[in-house]
């Protein structure tokens, strides 16, 4: 399996990923078929906002500057297992899940 993790910066998550096809198609490659063993995970400015809203902070996708102040490796580690419950089926997402993460939950889940 591969796993693409792309931040979206200025553009929205949906345009970002359009922007990841476009290059495969420059690039000559196939664009990605939905039975593939790849994952597409796009933040909007940066991991760590998933990684802050996961550990149950409140986040604004806006903000540039969730990645102040860092986050440890231990925060990475608690943060992968709590998105790991959220991704289960009929769990319930954490009410400081931002969307760009919620909207990911189903590609999370062929991760399992």
Do not use: Y
């Not at 593939?36 to 990684?51: A, G, S």
Request: aromatic fraction near 4%; charged fraction near 25%; hydrophobic fraction near 40%.
């Amino acid at each position: 399996m591969l796993i693409v993790l792309a931040d979206a910066d200025n553009l929205t998550t949906v345009e970002r990923e359009q922007t990841l096809h476009e290059e495969l198609n420059l690039a000559g490659e196939n664009a990605v078929i939905p039975n593939e063993p790849v994952i597409v995970l796009i933040p909007k400015w940066q991991v760590e906002t998933w990684i802050k809203c996961a550990l149950g902070q409140h986040m604004s996708e806006d903000d540039r500057d969730t990645d102040r102040p860092p986050v440890s490796s231990d925060d990475v580690r608690e943060s992968a297992r709590i998105i790991f419950d959220w991704a289960r089926p009929s769990a319930r997402v954490g009410a400081t899940c931002v969307p760009s993460l919620s909207n990911a939950m189903p590609r999370w889940r062929r991760i399992g």
